[in-house]
C-alpha cells in the first residue's frame, strides 16, 4: 500500500499536470485495497467554466471547476494497471507518474496495447490453433472493437 507521503507527492505531481494545462489544482486520490486489486479514484477539475443562469429573472455568469473522476485499479497478481479517464494526456500521465511514485520506475507502465491483431493478419486462421496448450480446448474471436477518435471518441464495435 502506498504511504501517505507517497500518495501526496503523487497529487502535487498530478496537480502541476493539471495546473499547466488551465485545470488548476486540487487534485485527490482515494485509495481503495482488497485482496487482488488495490482502486484509485483520482478527482481533479475539468477546464475553468462560465456558465450564465437565472437568478430571479435576471442573467447571471456562474463560474466554476467542474469535477472530474477517473478510475485506476492495479491488479496486484498481473502487475497491471487498468485506467479509465478521458484523454490520451492523462492516461500517460497516470502511467508515468503512479510508477514513479508508487515503484520508483516512471516506465513501470508503458501503457501500451495489451491485446494485438497482428497474429490474425500474419497467420490468419492457423494463429487461433491451440491444440498444443493444455486446458484450451478451443478459441473463438467473438467481439472486435476500432477506436476511430475523433471529437466523439468513436468506438466501433463488431
Not at 41 to 55: A, I, Q, T, Y
Not at 117 to 126: F, H, K, Q, T
Request: charged share 30%; glycine share 8%; hydrophobic share 30%.
Amino acid at each position: 500500500m502506498p504511504s501517505t507521503l507517497r500518495r501526496q507527492q503523487l497529487e502535487r505531481d498530478l496537480d502541476d499536470w493539471f495546473e499547466e494545462r488551465r485545470r488548476g489544482r486540487g487534485t485527490r486520490v482515494f485509495i481503495y485495497p482488497d485482496e487482488h486489486e488495490v482502486r484509485f479514484l483520482v478527482r481533479h477539475n475539468e477546464p475553468f467554466k462560465r456558465d450564465e443562469s437565472l437568478n430571479a429573472g435576471e442573467v447571471v455568469s456562474v463560474c466554476y471547476w467542474p469535477l472530474k473522476y477517473d478510475v485506476l485499479v492495479y491488479n496486484r497478481q498481473l502487475g497491471e494497471l487498468r485506467i479509465n479517464c478521458q484523454l490520451v494526456g492523462e492516461k500517460k500521465l497516470y502511467c508515468q507518474k503512479f510508477g514513479l511514485r508508487f515503484f520508483n520506475d516512471a516506465t513501470c507502465f508503458p501503457g501500451t496495447r495489451k491485446y494485438t491483431l497482428e497474429p490474425l493478419r500474419d497467420l490468419g486462421e492457423d494463429s487461433l490453433a491451440c491444440g498444443d496448450i493444455e486446458g484450451i480446448e478451443s478459441i473463438t474471436l467473438t467481439e472486435v472493437q476500432f477506436y476511430w477518435g475523433g471529437a466523439h471518441g468513436e468506438i466501433e464495435i463488431r
